[in-house]
């Protein structure tokens, strides 16, 4: 039965739905039984507010921050009894919806033709990699957001990835002998790009606006998917450690990011097709107000920020089970569902 002690670092963290997504994750693999080997019972959840890598890698090594800052979806520390009793009751709320919000759902699934297959991609990419496919007794897992992401360098540190080349680490396993890094942001924006009908293998632009961590990870990953970039300049340009050909903001744009904030008006790439604003905020509002700001345009960083997690599982953490994860339409319903009752002991 395996343990993961897990944490999302960097400053600030007290807005975070990492944790919550990460319980609801395993709530599902429950679902499972013994063919999974991961417990929730078993994990432990932590906020590390820190401006400095090595603090994080501290917590990881140890198992202890100095301050357990108050998460705002509870008002208390994990590991006090007010927010361990809510998280878990929002959770078993959650579980009780097996059907993803219809209007999340990708158009792409009503074809009533979908081929079955055992095949596992990332698995079968993890063992290439030499990447531990089984679970061990206990395992540290850990999501990095911003000062910390263009922060971690270091030969003592496997990559599965170009994430420490491109200063864009935001996932880390520690799986008892060594410690393993990702950048999972940028794969997180494909997959929700591909579920909204972008095209990218035919050459599909994302117009892009920043150049921070997130920026550089979701550009690379576009870039390999096939896709080509329309990048605007920011308080900082989007530099890879490559070249590539920027094309003009004036064409047509099938997806757009603005990574710094600026107008949500779509008025940078006003012929993009699809836009994500990646930040969010806290939701109001009955569960109807609550899905429809979910798809409103741009589309709510819930949206990237529940796909990169799914890209984590994926990736990094459980390869081998890959496969029995929740869709991303399923996975932010019930995000919404635990949301809104956690919101109704703020």
């Given at each position: 039965m395996a343990q993961v002690r897990y944490a999302i670092s960097g400053s600030p963290v007290t807005h975070s739905l990492s944790p919550l997504l990460l319980g609801l994750v395993l709530a599902n693999l429950e679902k499972f039984g013994d063919d999974v080997e991961l417990k929730s019972k078993k994990s432990s959840v932590h906020l590390v507010d820190t401006r400095a890598i090595e603090d994080a890698l501290g917590w990881g090594y140890a198992g202890h921050a100095p301050d357990a800052p108050d998460w705002q979806y509870t008002g208390a520390p994990f590991g006090k009894f007010r927010t361990d009793a809510l998280?878990?009751?929002a959770i078993d709320a959650a579980m009780e919806i097996e059907d993803a919000e219809q209007r999340l759902v990708p158009l792409s699934d009503s074809n009533p033709v979908v081929p079955l297959t055992n095949e596992n991609r990332f698995l079968e990419e993890a063992v290439r990699m030499h990447l531990p496919t089984q679970c061990l007794e206990n395992e540290v897992w850990m999501n990095l957001t911003?000062?910390?992401?263009?922060?971690?360098?270091?030969?003592?540190?496997?990559?599965?990835?170009d994430s420490m080349r491109l200063q864009s680490v935001n996932t880390l396993r520690w799986d008892g002998q060594a410690w393993w890094c990702a950048s999972v942001d940028g794969s997180g924006?494909?997959?929700?790009?591909q579920h909204h009908g972008v095209d990218i293998k035919s050459g599909a632009v994302l117009g892009i606006i920043g150049g921070g961590g997130a920026a550089r990870s979701t550009a690379d990953a576009w870039i390999k998917a096939g896709g080509r970039l329309s990048a605007l300049p920011g308080r900082r340009p989007l530099e890879l450690p490559y070249e590539f050909e920027s094309q003009p903001a004036t064409g047509a744009v099938d997806f757009s990011v603005d990574f710094e904030g600026g107008a949500?008006?779509?008025?940078?790439?006003?012929?993009?097709?699809?836009?994500?604003?990646?930040?969010y905020g806290p939701q109001s509002g009955d569960l109807e107000a609550r899905f429809s700001a979910?798809?409103?345009?741009?589309?709510?960083?819930?949206?990237?920020?529940?796909?990169?997690?799914?890209?984590?599982?994926?990736?990094?953490?459980t390869p081998q089970y890959a496969n029995f994860l929740p869709s991303l339409e399923l996975l932010l319903t019930q995000l919404v569902h635990a949301e809104y009752l956690l919101a109704k002991y703020a």
């Open positions: 998280l878990k009751k911003s000062p910390l992401k263009h922060q971690l360098a270091s030969d003592a540190i496997s990559t599965i990835d924006v494909v997959t929700l790009a949500s008006d779509g008025s940078q790439f006003p012929k993009s097709n699809l836009r994500l604003n990646p930040t979910l798809i409103a345009q741009p589309l709510d960083g819930r949206w990237m920020l529940a796909a990169q997690h799914l890209e984590a599982w994926k990736r990094l953490w």
